[in-house]
């Protein structure tokens, strides 16, 4: 009850201080200069520039076209390494080009607004989990939970089914939320088999060691891909991560790089410099809110908890940087034992070090050079939770890294993306009634926008990786050995050339850094 009076007073004080149709506007045309877009996109006109070397001495290649929706524009940037799958996903995502936020003065249009609503509000799901508790190699318990349709009668699938496995990781305070349940029911309308990960003491998981788990630690991710692997052998193994929990998954992916057993991930809304992220912070309302959420999960623990860690600095904490740094870095406490062990060979000495070196092995992009899949992260340039987009989004990442994509639109908040047709649909007098009925009779209307582009991107790159397997086992057989497919399955060829690839949809700005080769 507290949690929901919170929300309450967070959304009467953006309703306060709202202003209208201005959201997300300010930083966009500065972005836009940054990747070399011209501005006659940013003003709805059709251009189309050829390769130039910009100041900063990197040749980009910008088809851009401009999405005017009465007298406003909306762009969508893809941006990355130019290769053969960039082109093919350019090609065949049409769903990346087809976004149509809301505007004008309803409430879907603010992001902070539609924040807040994806995060905080209920949504009456048709679908049932069924939670797997997982036993970990320190005794401790992680749980996978499996959405399945209400109507459902077989609660468990068989481990000879092939269908695609989507492993989503929610945000890091262990909040599930409407997103998180709107992608398991679009996912099970797709034919995919969701499963949410929930952390040791998240999501009314039994806390069983006295071992939290760190921002980016991905140890009992790692356990929990194994099993997921032994149970349902023959279906591939996406990933979808949320909002901070984003830094699990791209920790979890550098760390394992070639072994992660994932095909292809998706970070939705996600937050690239959590150091700064922590030492920066939030507004006051939506820290104090997260804060106050962490401190009434750990509350239940408090008195095992106080065995190991200062646990009167860590619920007196105001700020998500003094609690993390109360829960995780133990100086000025020498007497104090090692509160929180990672159990990673990277991260096995004790938690008695500083916020910096705390770190220095929990930053999700440490190890980002080693990761072997393609990643397509969607971003808003006016999520009010991540920050401002050019100090918080590392685009140099994108241009240079081929397994690295980023779908960034103008508006769209912290996982909000609420479109005009959501809009509509919400507003429609068989809308509620329509959500009792069967996936396949639901149609795709109200489906969030960017969960559509989600499953288009995993369609698109399975489909590319397996054309190229062909290719590479017909070549094979002219050559005369005999068929076998040499090599790993997700080999990317070197692109020496580039041709100007058109435009797949009519609002779509795709942004290619052409350089003189891609070898991966």
């Not at 910008?62 to 524009?73: N, P």
């Amino acid at each position: 009850m507290l949690g929901w009076l919170v929300a309450l007073c967070v959304v009467i004080l953006a309703v306060l201080i709202w202003p209208g149709k201005c959201f997300g506007t300010e930083g966009s045309p500065a972005v836009l200069r940054r990747l070399g877009i011209p501005q006659q996109a940013a003003k709805g006109k059709r251009c189309v520039s050829s390769d130039r070397e910009l100041s900063d001495g990197v040749h980009r290649h910008a088809a851009c076209v401009g999405a005017v929706s009465g007298e406003e524009t909306h762009t969508v940037a893809l941006i990355c390494k130019p290769s053969a799958l960039a082109n093919y996903l350019f090609k065949h995502c049409r769903t990346f080009g087809n976004y149509s936020p809301c505007g004008g003065w309803t409430w879907r249009a603010s992001a902070f607004l539609q924040s807040v609503y994806q995060a905080c509000w209920p949504y009456d799901s048709p679908i049932q989990f069924v939670r797997d508790n997982l036993q970990l190699s320190d005794d401790g318990l992680v749980a996978l939970d499996w959405a399945v349709p209400s109507y459902q009668r077989r609660r468990r699938t068989s481990s000879h089914s092939t269908s695609p496995i989507l492993l989503i990781i929610p945000n890091s305070f262990g909040k599930i939320t409407r997103n998180v349940l709107q992608l398991c029911e679009t996912a099970l309308s797709h034919g995919y088999l969701p499963a949410v990960f929930n952390r040791r003491s998240h999501n009314n998981t039994p806390l069983t060691t006295v071992k939290l788990q760190q921002f980016g630690d991905p140890a009992d991710l790692r356990e929990a891909v194994r099993y997921i692997r032994h149970r349902q052998p023959a279906g591939r193994l996406y990933a979808v991560s949320e909002s901070t929990g984003s830094g699990l998954l791209l920790s979890y992916l550098g760390e394992c790089g070639s072994s992660s057993y994932v095909t292809a991930a998706v970070c939705l809304s996600p937050v690239f410099r959590c150091q700064s992220w922590f030492e920066t912070g939030l507004c006051w309302p939506l820290q104090w809110a997260l804060v106050l959420y962490q401190k009434m999960c750990l509350s239940r623990y408090r008195t095992v908890l106080a065995e190991t860690l200062q646990a009167d600095a860590a619920f007196s904490s105001c700020s998500l940087h003094g609690l993390e740094e109360a829960l995780f870095c133990q100086t000025g406490h020498a007497g104090a034992a090692p509160a929180v062990a990672t159990g990673t060979s990277s991260s096995s000495s004790n938690t008695s070090a500083t916020w910096d070196a705390y770190w220095e092995r929990n930053e999700p992009l440490r190890d980002v050079d080693e990761v072997a899949i393609p990643v397509l992260s969607v971003c808003a340039q006016d999520d009010p939770i991540r920050g401002d987009t050019q100090s918080t989004i590392p685009l140099e990442l994108f241009e240079t890294n081929p397994h690295f994509f980023l779908l960034l639109t103008d508006r769209g908040g912290h996982c909000g993306f609420s479109t005009q047709s959501e809009q509509s649909a919400a507003g429609a007098p068989g809308a509620a009634a329509s959500a009792a009925l069967p996936y396949s009779a639901t149609g795709h209307c109200a489906t969030n926008w960017s969960h559509r582009a989600v499953l288009e991107f995993f369609r698109a790159t399975t489909d590319f990786f397996a054309a190229e397997e062909r290719a590479k086992q017909l070549a094979a057989r002219r050559r005369g050995l005999g068929g076998g497919a040499g090599g790993r399955f997700f080999r990317h060829r070197s692109v020496s050339t580039c041709k100007r690839v058109p435009a797949c949809s009519h609002n779509i700005h795709a942004i290619y850094n052409w350089q003189r080769s891609y070898t991966r």
